[in-house]
């Protein structure tokens, strides 16, 4: 489990916990995530007798993958009850006294939201104070499709590489922000990148394109914290640093495959794609071409 899930304040535990206190099954095991958000499939048994739980220490957001079942929570003197569908969803924001039962077995897609991660996103968006809704029995196919992406990247060990992973999770928290969260208006203001900052960051991209960069990375090269920078790159280029850093490994690929004959799978290497078919999906969604396809066309 991340760091930034594991604190424990007011008697709180960690989502995985929190969840083998009602004898979850882990359906999709790859390790602890090093990311403040988590994502996690389980198996649950019925729950026919009223169990209270700890508080969680993450803003817990839950998707109903298989079975039909009625659940009831209780959050202090609130309690909802409504049939749970797959595709049916509940929120429940960290740090609330909960209680549950439920009259069947189920799958459940879970996503787990570092709440100080939250807040440092939204100030970036422009807002303070997230406060996630206790939402319950709703739908959301995006924020759904988000946590199922997440997910198979994680069953995939990483192919994506680590800027990947933060955009999908800063997207998701994004979602979270605009659709499911109480805010407050921050005070109006632009961030721009100094050039000197841009060309440092730019220079690494180019010296360091096949390894595995991360928004840590790039923010430190600029002298950055990685809020201030993400923010600060976004306004300054139009860009997110993992579309910038995406474009430039496409950008060397094409060289590349324009070049003396490489094996395609070294030149995925070179470029800093995990494998030869991530190189593939990337480049034809770049450019409307396979690798092979587009060194057919560009050769003699």
């Known amino acids: 489990m991340s760091a930034a899930l594991?604190?424990?304040?007011?008697?709180?535990?960690?989502?995985?916990?929190?969840?083998?206190?009602?004898?979850?099954?882990?359906?999709?095991?790859?390790?602890?995530?090093?990311?403040?958000?988590?994502?996690?499939?389980?198996?649950?048994?019925?729950?026919?007798?009223?169990?209270?739980?700890?508080?969680?220490?993450?803003?817990?957001?839950?998707?109903t993958i298989r079975g039909a079942i009625t659940v009831e929570r209780e959050l202090g003197r609130s309690v909802d009850r409504a049939e749970f569908r797959p595709g049916n969803s509940l929120i429940l924001p960290a740090h609330r006294e909960n209680a549950w039962t439920w009259d069947g077995a189920t799958d459940e897609l879970h996503l787990y939201v570092a709440p100080a991660w939250l807040a440092e996103v939204a100030a970036e968006a422009g807002v303070r104070a997230p406060d996630p809704l206790e939402r319950f029995a709703f739908s959301d196919p995006l924020l759904q499709a988000l946590a199922a992406a997440l997910l198979e990247e994680r069953r995939s060990r990483g192919a994506g590489g680590a800027l990947y992973r933060e955009a999908v999770a800063e997207t998701i928290a994004l979602r979270l922000i605009r659709a499911h969260c109480r805010t407050l208006a921050a005070p109006p203001g632009r961030v721009s990148l100094a050039p000197a900052r841009l060309r440092r960051v730019r220079d690494l991209v180019e010296e360091r394109l096949e390894d595995d960069l991360s928004l840590d990375h790039l923010a430190a090269a600029a002298g950055l914290?990685?809020?201030?920078?993400?923010?600060?790159?976004?306004?300054?280029t139009g860009q997110?640093?993992?579309?910038?850093?995406?474009?430039?490994?496409?950008?060397?690929?094409?060289?590349?495959?324009?070049?003396?004959?490489?094996?395609?799978?070294?030149?995925?290497?070179?470029?800093?794609?995990?494998?030869?078919?991530h190189l593939g999906r990337v480049f034809r969604n770049a450019t409307g071409l396979t690798p092979a396809e587009y060194r057919r066309r560009v050769q003699p």
Do not use: K
């Open 225 to 236: 914290s990685r809020a201030h920078f993400a923010r600060a790159f976004r306004q300054t």
């Open 6 to 63: 594991t604190g424990r304040p007011g008697g709180a535990v960690t989502p995985r916990e929190w969840v083998s206190l009602v004898g979850g099954i882990d359906m999709a095991p790859a390790g602890p995530a090093d990311s403040p958000v988590d994502v996690a499939l389980w198996r649950f048994p019925g729950l026919p007798m009223r169990r209270a739980l700890p508080p969680i220490d993450a803003h817990y957001i839950s998707f």
């Open 240 to 277: 997110t640093p993992y579309g910038y850093l995406r474009e430039r490994r496409v950008a060397r690929a094409r060289t590349l495959l324009a070049g003396p004959p490489r094996r395609i799978a070294e030149i995925a290497g070179l470029c800093g794609f995990r494998t030869q078919s």
